[in-house]
């Protein structure tokens, strides 16, 4: 018969085991961007919202290289299941802006629902979990175009 120090140590085993596991499952920041005067590195995220679904993103960081304030710029181009949903059509909702002072960085998250630095993937729950969600699309390419940056 084993004692309760035996159990102790199994749940800690595997508490650990876990958190290593889930761990290594968070994605990274990969470069996307760079130039003498600016990075941008993009991560994919899940966030799980108490009041909506649950969707995935790609996480942008901005970060400024600079001494000096400077603003960035771009288009964004966005591909769903592979059909480009606003190259032909220029929309505004998808001119990006972030002024960004010296050495700053700007980070996307969960929290901040109209986060300008975040770009929408996918829900990521199953069908039957969204009712009045009829197809789930999936983000399958994206560009920033006409990068453009001024020092303020």
Same mark, same amino acid.
């Given at each position: 018969?084993?004692?309760?120090?035996?159990?102790?140590?199994?749940?800690?085993?595997?508490?650990?085991?876990?958190?290593?596991?889930?761990?290594?499952?968070?994605?990274?920041?990969?470069?996307?961007?760079?130039?003498?005067?600016?990075?941008?590195e993009t991560k994919?995220h899940n966030c799980?919202?108490?009041?909506a679904y649950d969707?995935?993103?790609?996480?942008?960081?901005?970060?400024?290289?600079?001494?000096? *304030? !400077?603003? %960035? @710029?771009?288009?964004?181009?966005?591909?769903?299941?592979?059909?480009?949903? /606003?190259? +032909?059509? #220029?929309?505004?909702?998808?001119?990006?802006?972030?002024?960004?002072?010296?050495?700053?960085?700007?980070?996307?998250?969960?929290?901040?629902?109209?986060?300008?630095?975040?770009?929408?993937?996918?829900? *990521? !729950?199953? %069908? @039957?979990?969204?009712?009045?969600?009829?197809?789930?699309?999936?983000?399958? /390419?994206? +560009?920033? #175009?006409?990068?453009?940056?001024?020092?303020?």
């Amino acid at each position: 018969m084993r004692g309760p120090i035996f159990y102790i140590k199994l749940f800690t085993i595997s508490f650990l085991l876990l958190s290593f596991t889930s761990l290594s499952n968070e994605s990274k920041w990969n470069l996307f961007y760079q130039s003498d005067e600016v990075t941008i590195e993009t991560k994919n995220h899940n966030c799980d919202f108490s009041d909506a679904y649950d969707q995935e993103f790609i996480f942008l960081r901005i970060t400024n290289l600079t001494d000096s *304030s !400077l603003n %960035l @710029s771009y288009y964004l181009e966005l591909w769903y299941d592979n059909e480009c949903i /606003n190259c +032909e059509n #220029k929309k505004p909702e998808y001119e990006k802006s972030f002024n960004l002072n010296a050495r700053e960085t700007t980070t996307s998250d969960c929290i901040n629902k109209s986060n300008e630095s975040k770009i929408f993937v996918k829900f *990521s !729950l199953p %069908l @039957s979990k969204m009712p009045g969600v009829n197809k789930i699309v999936k983000l399958t /390419n994206f +560009e920033l #175009k006409n990068i453009s940056l001024k020092y303020e």
